[in-house]
């Protein structure tokens, strides 16, 4: 099967041919049908972030397909079905298990995947959605509702509008908040008024007057995060997704004078991953997506890297 595979730091992944999988007891085969390109798979090739795992392995967590083949025990599901692999990081992170992080991914034309991790996709939603909402969607979900419990009526910014970022607006809308969105790029604002953005701004500063009840940031790039805490309301919440930079220098007498609640937010549960694909299903979500031919991964992964991306690209390994 054709693969594309991370070597080492800094270099572009490297096309090979591997074996077909074979599922160990309590795993399944999957055929790959989309894979969802991710902003943490540049960070890992430009060193932002370190591999979990020694290279050469494969990339790519965001995966929807078909099951192929059974390992033994595995009784919940049956070749044939239309699944996505679940990235469970609640209640307890289980990398080990995650495509693209403890076990190879789907940047190749077939992974195996332990069965626990498994969910049916509803008719109603396509293996497009359902692999980027994986990822982009579902932890843009936690972050605003689980981490920043966002609720009706408040006043909540969404820092960075990428894929993680528009979904995380949607959210916020859908829980009732007036939602603002912030980006350096004015490019993105169109998307984000039709996620339902009140409005956008350049600068986390001009929200001020506003007085946030909660700041998501999925940029992290350090200033952003700083600026969050500077201009939430007292007793405001500053919830930090992206990692767009190893360290962020905060005001220690705003954080403290304020009583600002800093949290970080990392994943998703598996029911908040089947509560967004209902949200798909009934059409209250719709990620924003793009398509890229499978051999243009790393063309599309250079796009990300240099800010050329609107939503989350995605791609058909097995065309």
Not at 126 to 147: G, K, L, N
Not at 160 to 169: E, K, Q, R
């Amino acid at each position: 099967m054709k693969a594309f595979r991370y070597v080492s730091q800094g270099a572009p992944l490297q096309w090979v041919e591997l074996p077909d999988p074979v599922p160990d007891p309590g795993w399944v085969v999957i055929d790959v049908e989309v894979a969802g390109l991710c902003h943490s798979d540049v960070h890992l090739v430009d060193g932002t972030i370190q591999p979990s795992r020694r290279p050469p392995f494969t990339l790519g967590h965001e995966v929807a397909g078909v099951v192929s083949a059974l390992g033994e025990g595995v009784s919940d599901h049956a070749v044939g079905d239309r699944v996505a692999v679940a990235i469970i990081a609640h209640p307890e992170v289980q990398a080990h298990y995650a495509p693209g992080i403890g076990v190879d991914g789907g940047y190749a034309e077939r992974l195996v995947a332990h069965a626990s991790t498994l969910v049916t996709l509803p008719d109603a939603v396509s293996s497009v959605h359902a692999a980027v909402a994986t990822d982009s969607v579902v932890t843009a979900y936690h972050a605003v509702r689980t981490e920043a419990r966002v609720r009706p009526g408040e006043v909540i910014a969404v820092v960075g509008l990428g894929g993680l970022g528009l979904n995380g607006v949607r959210t916020g809308v859908i829980a009732g908040a007036d939602v603002y969105g912030v980006d350096v790029n004015p490019d993105t604002f169109e998307a984000a008024r039709a996620a339902g953005a009140r409005e956008c701004f350049t600068h986390l500063s001009a929200l001020a007057d506003l007085q946030p009840d909660a700041v998501i940031d999925f940029a992290g790039v350090g200033a952003t995060t700083s600026e969050a805490v500077d201009v939430v309301r007292r007793l405001g919440r500053v919830v930090v997704v992206g990692l767009g930079a190893r360290n962020t220098t905060i005001s220690n007498g705003n954080l403290i004078r304020k009583s600002v609640e800093l949290r970080g937010s990392y994943g998703a549960s598996k029911d908040e991953y089947r509560q967004v694909l209902s949200f798909i299903a009934e059409g209250r979500i719709a990620p924003v997506v793009e398509e890229i031919p499978f051999r243009e991964l790393n063309e599309g992964l250079d796009r990300i890297r240099n800010g050329k991306v609107r939503g989350r690209l995605v791609t058909r390994p097995k065309g």
